[in-house]
């Protein structure tokens, strides 16, 4: 069974972290990251450039732990906020766990965050609202999530350039009317087909997914991605099995669960 862990958002079936809490993602098989929770809530954290020592600062992934996590076959289900960037209130009220120098606080004004920064590569995005959709553009293997005409708020270049170490295959799950992608597929693949030690792949995917306008919430959706993409989920057992079952798989399990979603992407971009 794929260890499952989410971001910002409670899942029944994940382990969960709110953005003032860490953990160790590369222990994940699959993280889903609600970006646009953080943007709504923005306001109850604090910049992690802060000092330590606040409750309330938030803590994005490590670019290179994400890295990690990818190149040793891991998935990002990641759900886009409504803007790249986002600067909490200025008059938040700050909760040191201890004593902090007037001095060592930042002054003056609060730091604007990035919402697209912990990712380990390059993403040219585009903060433009439109409402114009392709529809001969959807990718088939997510005709059951968009499946009409929606309002978006952010798009994407259709590119991302290699790296020394790193190769990446940007697709688009569907695109405006001249060609930005408004949800993509990208393929992250560390080079020289070395598998990290105690990993069945060296390629792990990122989707990047608008909450279109049509009822769907990020539960509904993060459910439907489990369903669609990783079988070897049970989401009516999964939290309800013993502690010490999922330390056992059957032999391969893992290898060739991977190499069956691999499959399957491979047949939802050929068609």
């Given amino acids: 069974m794929s260890e499952l862990l989410s971001l910002g958002t409670e899942l029944e079936f994940a382990d969960y972290v709110d953005w003032n809490e860490t953990t160790n993602i590369k222990d994940y098989e699959v993280v889903f990251v609600d970006l646009l929770d953080l943007e709504k809530r923005k306001d109850e954290f604090l910049h992690s450039y802060v000092p330590a020592g606040y409750k309330r600062q938030y803590n994005l992934p490590n670019p290179k732990d ?128 070395m598998l990290p030690t105690g990993s069945e792949s060296n390629q792990g995917t990122v989707y990047l997914l608008p909450l279109v306008k049509t009822g769907h919430s990020f539960d509904d959706v993060a459910e439907k991605v489990v369903d669609n993409f990783y079988p070897e989920v049970d989401l009516e057992t999964v939290g309800r099995h013993p502690d010490w079952l999922s330390e056992y798989a059957a032999p391969r399990e893992k290898e060739l669960l991977g190499k069956i979603r691999e499959l399957k992407m491979n047949l939802r971009r050929n068609g």
């Fill in 66 to 193: 994400v890295l990690r996590l990818l190149t040793s076959g891991g998935d990002l289900i990641v759900c886009l906020p409504t803007t790249t960037s986002v600067k909490p209130s200025e008059d938040q009220e700050w909760e040191p766990e201890e004593p902090i120098p007037d001095d060592a606080l930042i002054r003056p004004g609060t730091p604007i965050l990035n919402l697209f920064s912990w990712l380990p590569f390059g993403l040219e995005v585009s903060d433009e609202p439109g409402k114009s959709v392709d529809e001969g553009s959807i990718d088939d293997g997510w005709k059951w999530y968009f499946d009409g005409q929606f309002s978006w708020e952010i798009s994407f270049k259709n590119h991302i350039p290699d790296e020394d170490s790193v190769e990446y295959q940007f697709h688009s799950l569907v695109s405006n009317r001249y060609g930005e992608a408004l949800a993509a597929e990208i393929m992250v693949k560390s080079k020289g087909g």
